[in-house]
């Protein structure tokens, strides 16, 4: 009977140890997930097993590490640890306290009693020791759980097993938690970095949508330079891709504000918007905000809810009617000058650009200021061009009718000269007034023609012609200032030159121009010779002289209009090498010059050529021409017929008025 007996409370303790091992083993599985506390198995085990005080050290760390903690305070928690010292807990320093020490990475449990010290438990507590930490990797982490009790523990046997058993099952779970925690850490950082591709996907698909958006702007407001149109592409850009509302407010002279153009994104609100166009002086504006960005140049943020109640006017009225709440309002700044001020409105918070992106908005401006500054150039220069053909084309025919009379005048009075040798002195001054009235057609005609090419109104008749018969005509037209200098003139051109396909009238003006350059700055006894060759699909014309060619530093100033050198600004006007370059460039060419101070100059340009198989009947002549200047001179004669040629050409281009003058000298007795 007492054999049984004995087995049945051995079978009760056993039963008994395996429900407390049973139900540690449930709180140790806690201990797989690292998001909960260490303290929940500590707990456990300390009430299971009658403990008032469980701690799990972490030893392997250069400093031993509190992973958990119950029986302590919060201030012994916290408390730094120290290599190979005593525990320095208060709470575990009173006499009779027994510690059991059982180290994870061993496979058996050992027992020691600790130091007593005086003074009693105060403000037991569980505390938890930061429940992340993960346990440097090693082979086997010196892991050690302490267990306190107040006296020896009176356990059998079979409790050394289950401690065994325990402590094989922590080790086991801490494993596990450090494997689960360090899975959650690469879960965590992929969440991070795809959190972070994702913002730079999106600010990267941002800015793209920013560029695109502003190269379209810069687009439209490329496409006219009208200074009106400018204006309406400007205030319709932002709508509706950032804004529900734009008006373009634009300094006219020091005081005047003209709100030009306001868009609304809505049509049926239009009209109402179209009503905020109008013209005041700056200080009359009734916005504060517009005046502010226009005395600062400063983007300015604003809420009509804002504005002063004072400041009502119809102009905030019309504001409140369209619904428009936060404002944005940017300066039109170009060169360094405000020109007015860019106002944007919004009415709703889903556009594709937030209001609140002012570099966007400043960047805007920047590109809208400078198509506006461009449009105002344009249209000022288009204001002067106007003007000047106003100016030239009132001159040319005021002047016209007068110098016909001259010519008219001089061949009447070359006719009733008496022969050579009895009215010499006369001659002379009727000739100067002649070269004088010749000078002053070439200079109407050189500044209706510089007229016109600016303008684009110089109309080219383009013909088939031979290259060697427009060097023949070029060397008659310069023969006598030739003879007079003693210059010596020729002309060459290859029999087999394709045509040229040319205005023929413009052409010779070139050739005429170069050649009586050359002639003109040749000293005498010197050479001019005009020639002309294929290159290519073109034809190559050039006039050289012995003059004293042209230093390097004017060479790039050649062809500007109304340039002379010093030395020869007494000579002519300045405008023939620019009329010879743009009628050159007119007809498909181009001009340059080749020069060195003392060996002359060259001055070449080219012509398209016509291919070989297209037929024309042009009878002009191709043979060289080669003529001595100096053994030639003028005669009165054929002064007299260019009298009366230029007489007949300016009498047919005037008025009215001209005709009457002109009958009325030639019918005079004589």
């Known amino acids: 009977m007492t054999v049984s007996m004995a087995d049945d409370r051995d079978i009760q303790d056993r039963i008994a140890l395996l429900s ?8 140790a599985l806690d201990l797989f997930d ?22 799990l050290l972490d030893e392997s760390a250069p400093a031993p590490r509190l992973l958990g903690a119950v029986g302590l305070s919060a201030f012994s928690c916290s408390m730094t640890l120290t290599p190979g010292a005593p525990l320095p807990f208060p709470e575990l320093s009173r006499p009779g306290l027994v510690s059991w020490r059982l180290a994870l990475s061993d496979t058996h449990a050992h027992a020691g009693h600790g130091e007593p010290a005086q003074g009693g438990v105060n403000g037991q507590t569980s505390g938890e020791i930061d429940p992340d930490y993960d346990p440097p990797s090693r082979p086997t982490p010196l892991v050690t759980l302490l267990l306190f009790f107040d006296g020896e523990p009176q356990f059998g046997p079979q409790y050394r097993g289950m401690m065994r058993r325990l402590v ?34 999106a600010e990267a698909e941002d800015e793209q949508r920013r560029a695109a958006f502003l190269a379209e702007a810069s687009r439209r407001l490329s496409t006219s330079l009208n200074y009106e149109a400018t204006l309406t592409r ?16 634009v300094l006219e002279g020091k005081d005047t504000l003209r709100r030009a153009v306001v868009v609304h994104a809505d049509p049926a609100r239009s009209q109402v918007a179209r009503r905020l166009e109008r013209t005041a002086t700056v200080e009359a504006v009734t916005l504060g905000p517009i005046t502010e960005v226009l005395r600062t140049s400063e983007p300015l943020r604003w809420d009509l ?35 007015g ?16 992106d002012v570099s966007l908005v400043e960047e805007l401006g920047r590109r809208a200021a400078l198509a506006i500054d461009n449009a105002r150039l344009y249209d000022s220069a288009q204001r002067a061009i106007r003007a000047r053909e106003d ?47 010749e000078r002053m057609e070439r200079l109407i005609r050189d500044l209706l023609d510089l007229a016109r090419l600016d303008a684009g109104h110089l109309l080219i008749e383009p013909v088939m012609k031979n290259p060697g018969s427009l060097l023949s005509d070029a060397l008659d037209m310069v023969r006598e200032s030739a003879a007079q200098k003693s210059v010596h003139l020729e002309a060459s051109a290859a029999d087999t030159l394709p045509l040229v396909r040319c205005d023929h009238e413009r052409v010779l003006q070139v050739l005429s121009n ?37 230093p390097d530093e004017q060479r790039s100033s050649l062809f500007n209009r109304y340039w002379q050198a010093k030395e020869t600004a007494h000579q002519g006007t300045g405008l023939g090498l620019s009329i010879a370059k743009g009628l050159v460039e007119l007809q498909g060419g181009r001009i340059w010059v080749e020069s060195a101070p003392g060996s002359g100059s060259t001055f070449f340009f080219t012509l398209p050529s016509v291919p070989s198989t297209t037929s024309v009947n042009d009878t002009s002549n191709k043979n060289e021409a080669n003529v001595d200047g100096g053994a030639s001179s003028a005669s009165s004669a054929s002064s007299a017929g260019d009298v009366g040629h230029a007489a007949s050409q300016m009498a047919a281009s005037g008025d009215a008025s001209t005709g009457e003058v002109s009958s009325d000298v030639t019918s005079s007795p004589g």
């Open 20 to 27: 407390v091992l049973h139900e540690l083993t449930v709180a």
């Open 34 to 55: 690292p998001r909960r506390p260490v303290t929940g198995f500590l707990e456990r085990t300390a009430e299971r097993l009658g403990c008032p005080a469980a701690l």
């Open 168 to 201: 094989s099952i922590l080790h086991t779970a801490l494993v596990h938690r450090r494997l689960y925690a360090h899975t959650l850490r690469n879960e965590r950082e992929r969440t991070l970095r795809l959190e972070q591709e994702r913002q730079a996907r």
């Open 234 to 249: 400007v205030a319709r850009l932002p709508v509706p891709f950032m804004a529900s509302f734009c008006m373009v407010d």
């Open 305 to 339: 809810a804002e504005l002063d109640a004072s400041a009502t006017s119809e102009e905030t009225n019309i504001l409140a009617q369209l619904d428009v709440t936060r404002l944005v309002s940017v300066p039109l700044v170009s060169r360094g000058t405000t020109l």
């Open 341 to 356: 001020v860019m106002t944007f409105g919004c009415v709703e918070d889903n556009l594709c650009y937030a209001l609140d």
């Open 391 to 437: 100016m030239v084309a009132v001159v040319s025919h005021d002047l016209k009718n007068p110098l016909a009379t001259m010519f008219i005048n001089l061949q009447v009075l070359s006719r009733k000269l008496p022969p050579d040798d009895q009215a010499s002195s006369l001659r002379a001054p009727i000739e100067r007034i002649q070269r004088a009235a």
């Open 514 to 550: 170069l050649a009586g350059n050359a002639v003109k700055f040749t000293p005498p006894g010197g050479q001019v010779e005009m020639s002309a060759a294929q290159e290519g699909g073109e034809v190559v014309f050039a006039v050289r002289d012995t003059g004293p060619g042209i």
